[in-house]
């Protein structure tokens, strides 16, 4: 029997990841050590007032039920947040749950896209921005991050027809994954960008905790009109450190979250009770380990970024999240190319830029996962290792 699968399965591909991950498990059958720093998984913990709420909530096994909808403890965590943190004030129905972003931000195309709709997506960007549209149909138009512009967008560079047929646009910042913070006065001609032409905007802010150098993060809803033309991810994966835990929320537009709250009705029960206990948890305890995970990812930014400085890779301090964004040396054709003879040669696994789009071609992305005293190694290795 020869089986037939979908053809929208062709964008799907293992690529470089399988790759460099079979280079590596092979360096290692060898003997060989590996500073894996490709992905972004934290290696900090929980808190154990986080951890003893799951617990304590899974002990009762009336909490092993279908939750439907968010609990009235963590409507009051999230509203509490997001007063404190940003001075936005969430209202009734203004939010819903989600199993992490990368799980929200894929299926709320389906509430917002029919096929031809077009969608503008960030290059470089994270994959699962276009992922999600792609899958509902959506034409992909890329907006170009670059160095020059600061890696910010230059709106009024989109073209006018491609700006008035856009439905939807994708923006994250700090941006993974070129490690630049946005400033407030951005935001303020994005919503007029939106309101002038009409289009939803999908923030993802997954890092506004986690920003360096005394930088403000922000959240997209502060900004006058933000609500009227879109919606904010926020997630709790990357601040409290809930990874496998996979909640976060979409919040702003009332028609937006209603809508995606309906159609999640057809496919989910909700966020699993010892989960959303956990979460009030952490949005309701003490912050201290935040601003501490903060001060630790800020002390490996600058371990790595200026000690590769000091032995002659010219790589740009972070602005936030947890990732460095560096260009690749001299004398390599592709960003793959390098990661390839890094690894060999090193031992230092990274992922190359051209995996974020073609304007990522060029650089590779470190994940700060890993202690000072390892960055340190990392430091020697890229020194001892001939690739500069």
Same mark, same amino acid.
């Given at each position: 029997?020869?089986? %037939?699968?979908?053809?929208?399965?062709?964008?799907?591909?293992?690529?470089?990841?399988?790759?460099?991950?079979? %280079?590596?498990?092979?360096?290692?059958?060898?003997?060989?050590?590996?500073?894996?720093?490709?992905?972004?998984? #934290?290696?900090?913990?929980?808190?154990?007032?986080?951890?003893?709420?799951?617990?304590?909530?899974?002990?009762?096994?009336?909490?092993?039920?279908?939750?439907?909808?968010?609990?009235?403890?963590?409507?009051?965590?999230?509203?509490?947040?997001?007063?404190?943190?940003? *001075?936005?004030?969430?209202?009734?129905?203004?939010?819903?749950?989600?199993?992490?972003?990368?799980?929200?931000?894929?299926?709320?195309?389906? /509430?917002?896209?029919?096929?031809?709709?077009?969608?503008?997506?960030?290059?470089?960007?994270?994959?699962?921005?276009?992922?999600?549209?792609?899958?509902?149909?959506?034409? !992909?138009?890329?907006?170009?991050?670059?160095?020059?512009?600061?890696?910010?967008?230059?709106?009024? /560079?989109?073209?006018?027809?491609?700006?008035? /047929?856009?439905?939807?646009?994708?923006?994250?910042?700090?941006?993974?994954?070129?490690?630049?913070?946005?400033?407030?006065?951005?935001?303020?001609?994005?919503?007029?960008?939106?309101?002038?032409?009409?289009? !939803?905007?999908?923030?993802?802010?997954?890092?506004?905790?986690?920003?360096?150098?005394g930088r403000e993060g922000l959240s997209f809803l502060s900004i006058p009109g933000a609500r009227e033309v879109?919606?904010?991810?926020?997630?709790?994966?990357?601040?409290?450190?809930?990874? *496998?835990?996979?909640?976060?929320?979409?919040?702003?537009?009332?028609?937006?979250?209603?809508?995606?709250?309906?159609?999640?009705?057809?496919?989910?029960?909700? !966020?699993?009770?010892?989960? %959303?206990?956990?979460?009030?948890?952490?949005?309701?305890?003490?912050?201290?380990?935040?601003?501490?995970?903060?001060?630790?990812?800020?002390?490996?930014?600058?371990?790595?970024?200026?000690?590769?400085?000091?032995? *002659?890779?010219?790589?740009?301090?972070?602005?936030?999240?947890?990732?460095?964004?560096?260009?690749? #040396?001299?004398?390599?054709?592709?960003?793959?190319?390098?990661?390839? /003879?890094?690894?060999?040669?090193?031992?230092?696994?990274?992922?190359?830029?051209?995996?974020?789009?073609?304007?990522?071609?060029?650089?590779?992305?470190?994940?700060?996962?890993?202690?000072?005293?390892?960055?340190?190694?990392?430091?020697?290795a890229v020194r001892d290792g001939g690739v500069l």
């Amino acid at each position: 029997m020869e089986l %037939q699968f979908a053809h929208r399965m062709d964008q799907f591909q293992p690529g470089i990841f399988n790759l460099l991950n079979d %280079q590596k498990r092979q360096m290692e059958a060898a003997g060989r050590k590996v500073w894996d720093l490709s992905i972004g998984t #934290p290696d900090f913990r929980p808190e154990p007032h986080v951890i003893q709420a799951l617990t304590e909530c899974a002990q009762d096994p009336a909490n092993w039920v279908y939750s439907l909808t968010e609990t009235q403890e963590l409507v009051r965590a999230v509203k509490g947040w997001y007063r404190r943190r940003y *001075g936005v004030e969430l209202e009734d129905g203004e939010f819903l749950s989600v199993y992490g972003s990368q799980e929200g931000l894929t299926h709320i195309g389906w /509430a917002l896209c029919d096929p031809g709709d077009v969608v503008l997506c960030p290059d470089p960007g994270y994959p699962i921005f276009e992922m999600g549209p792609a899958l509902c149909g959506a034409k !992909i138009v890329h907006y170009d991050l670059l160095p020059q512009n600061g890696y910010l967008p230059d709106l009024e /560079a989109i073209p006018e027809d491609v700006a008035r /047929a856009a439905k939807m646009m994708v923006v994250s910042y700090p941006a993974n994954p070129v490690c630049v913070a946005a400033p407030r006065s951005f935001y303020e001609k994005l919503v007029d960008f939106a309101r002038t032409y009409n289009i !939803i905007i999908l923030h993802d802010n997954a890092y506004s905790e986690i920003i360096y150098d005394g930088r403000e993060g922000l959240s997209f809803l502060s900004i006058p009109g933000a609500r009227e033309v879109g919606v904010e991810y926020n997630s709790l994966s990357k601040t409290y450190n809930l990874t *496998g835990a996979r909640i976060s929320f979409v919040l702003g537009n009332r028609q937006i979250v209603d809508k995606f709250r309906t159609l999640r009705s057809q496919i989910d029960y909700g !966020i699993f009770l010892p989960v %959303q206990a956990a979460a009030a948890a952490a949005l309701n305890g003490p912050q201290d380990a935040v601003v501490r995970q903060r001060e630790a990812y800020q002390a490996r930014r600058d371990t790595l970024c200026g000690g590769l400085r000091s032995i *002659g890779w010219n790589v740009p301090d972070s602005q936030g999240s947890m990732f460095v964004w560096a260009p690749i #040396p001299a004398g390599y054709g592709s960003s793959e190319a390098f990661c390839f /003879a890094l690894l060999e040669k090193t031992g230092v696994l990274c992922t190359p830029g051209s995996a974020f789009g073609a304007n990522g071609e060029g650089h590779v992305r470190f994940a700060l996962t890993k202690p000072v005293e390892q960055l340190r190694e990392v430091i020697r290795a890229v020194r001892d290792g001939g690739v500069l």
